[in-house]
């Protein structure tokens, strides 16, 4: 099993930026591909972010590419998703996860961890 826990979410203006960190516990000795998702007010939960065990892959979804980066340190067993240029409609719950293998997925069922996910509001 493995636990996540996310934090570094908040309030911030337009055009600013924030980063979310998912620290990991558990069973952190195997190879997990991490992502972000994003849940906003109405709406399904969408795929953000990805990136693999190695760190070597990412995947960025089209509607945040150029302004999100995710990252992550191993040592740590820590996640990162770096926001900047953040506009209103990111306004949502953020999710980390994590599956059991080392490569990317941008699809939901392919995660077999969740974090309680941190809310995050962009004020316009």
Do not use: H
Request: proline residues 1%.
């Amino acid at each position: 099993q493995v636990q996540l826990v996310e934090s570094g979410g908040g309030l911030v203006q337009a055009g600013g930026s924030l980063r979310l960190s998912c620290e990991a516990s558990g069973r952190t000795s195997s190879r997990y591909a991490m992502g972000w998702f994003r849940q906003a007010p109405g709406k399904e939960r969408e795929f953000v972010a990805a990136i693999t065990w190695s760190g070597s892959t990412t995947s960025v979804a089209d509607s945040v590419k150029g302004r999100f980066t995710i990252s992550r340190v191993n040592a740590k067993n820590t996640v990162y998703l770096q926001m900047s240029s953040l506009k209103a409609e990111d306004t949502a719950v953020y999710y980390c996860a994590a599956r059991r293998l080392a490569t990317v997925a941008v699809t939901q069922s392919r995660y077999d961890y969740w974090g309680q996910g941190t809310q995050v509001t962009v004020s316009s």
